[in-house]
């Protein structure tokens, strides 16, 4: 049985001195056959050129800048591939990042959405940690099904778009990244996703994010926009709860928390502004009270944790696809 073709999308943006690593990441992959697009979402700097030296080993596409999320969606308008994977220009994989990932998504089963690995963080002049430590995201076998995503992401972000590989059939029902969020789109896809059904793991990093601490990258330059930064969270939130019929309510309970949690910090970083209370508590001082709120949550009976089960059986996998044959 042939094995199915990954389309790999790499948006950029005026990132010619960085871009190779992340291509050359995705062209020494174990894995074959892999799709790589790279959407160059209007850069100004040598990244054509750049992108021009790849002749035949990648597929470039070309468009007026539109921002991270309107650049990975045209990737998908143009991918090939039943699955698709996402890396940022300035990240990269390990080399048998798409095999270990494909080879737990088949076993999972088309009823499956998506595969996500482990993510080591570097950032300059800290620590290393990984994705699943920073989010508490704790698996207890090297691989399976994760039962809960959705309850789990409804309390807190795991970083999807480096470490996932999804179905494209699902990518399609959820509709794409939002293109109106300024930051947070990869965190609004992944929970739409984990509202469609169990996830597969693999708890071990199989991704590198490595974070430029300026702002051109933008999970920097959301910490430093704090407000603007809690607004997506609240847009995403009250989206998920409008228009998600059947959401559990485990998750519905979470998200509600959550958006009274925000709207206490705008509320909060508004009397700030209008010297209502101490002008030098600023939105620095109101993030700090959120991050010891959030971190005595953390500590709680009532914080989810990941709830998982083994892979099943290559043959138990194939008699439930034959069950199954419309589903995603």
Request: with cysteine.
């Given at each position: 049985?042939?094995q199915?073709?990954v389309?790999?999308i ?6 010619a001195g ?7 990441s995705?062209?020494?992959q174990?894995?074959?056959p ?7 979402d209007?850069s100004?700097?040598?990244t ?7 002749s035949g ?8 800048n539109?921002?991270a999320?309107?650049a ?5 308008r143009?991918a090939?591939?039943?699955?698709v994977a996402?890396l940022?220009?300035?990240?990269v ?6 095999q270990?990932?494909?080879g737990?998504?088949?076993r999972?089963?088309?009823?499956v959405?998506?595969?996500l690995?482990?993510?080591l963080?570097?950032?300059?002049g800290?620590q290393?940690r ?9 698996l207890?076998?090297?691989q ?5 995503p959705?309850?789990v ?10 470490a ?9 029902d ?13 965190h ?12 597969a793991?693999?708890?071990?990093p199989l991704a ?8 051109s ?6 910490l ?7 607004q997506?969270i ?6 998920i709860?409008?228009?998600?019929p059947?959401l559990d ?7 509600r928390r ?15 502004a209008?010297?209502?209370?101490l ?9 700090a ?9 953390r500590?709680s009976r009532?914080?989810p ?22 589903t995603?």
């Amino acid at each position: 049985m042939p094995q199915p073709l990954v389309s790999v999308i790499i948006p950029t943006f005026n990132r010619a001195g960085i871009v190779p690593r992340a291509i050359d990441s995705v062209l020494g992959q174990t894995y074959r056959p892999v799709e790589v697009i790279v959407v160059d979402d209007g850069s100004t700097d040598e990244t054509p050129r750049v992108l021009g030296a790849y002749s035949g080993a990648i597929v470039p596409v070309f468009q007026a800048n539109a921002g991270a999320a309107a650049a990975r969606n045209r990737g998908l308008r143009e991918a090939q591939g039943d699955l698709v994977a996402f890396l940022d220009s300035d990240d990269v994989w390990l080399a048998t990042k798409l095999q270990r990932q494909v080879g737990v998504l088949e076993r999972a089963g088309r009823d499956v959405p998506c595969c996500l690995c482990d993510t080591l963080m570097r950032m300059p002049g800290q620590q290393e940690r990984s994705s699943f430590q920073i989010s508490f995201v704790k698996l207890p076998e090297p691989q399976g099904l994760w039962l809960n995503p959705a309850v789990v992401l409804a309390t807190r972000f795991v970083l999807f778009c480096q470490a996932a590989l999804i179905r494209r059939a699902a990518l399609r029902d959820c509709g794409g990244f939002d293109e109106r969020l300024w930051v947070m789109e990869d965190h609004d896809l992944a929970l739409r996703l984990a509202l469609r059904g169990p996830w597969a793991f693999v708890r071990e990093p199989l991704a590198v994010w490595c974070g430029a601490n300026d702002e051109s990258n933008l999970s920097v330059a959301a910490l430093k926009q704090a407000v603007r930064y809690y607004q997506c969270i609240e847009d995403i939130d009250r989206k998920i709860l409008e228009q998600e019929p059947g959401l559990d309510e485990k998750v519905r309970y979470f998200l509600r928390r959550d958006r009274r949690r925000i709207r206490w910090f705008l509320r909060a970083a508004q009397w700030t502004a209008g010297g209502r209370i101490l002008p030098r508590l600023g939105a620095r001082g109101i993030t700090a009270w959120d991050w010891y709120r959030q971190a005595w949550f953390r500590r709680s009976r009532a914080y989810p944790r990941p709830e998982t089960a083994p892979l099943p059986e290559p043959a138990e996998t194939g008699a439930r696809d034959r069950t199954r044959p419309g589903t995603v």
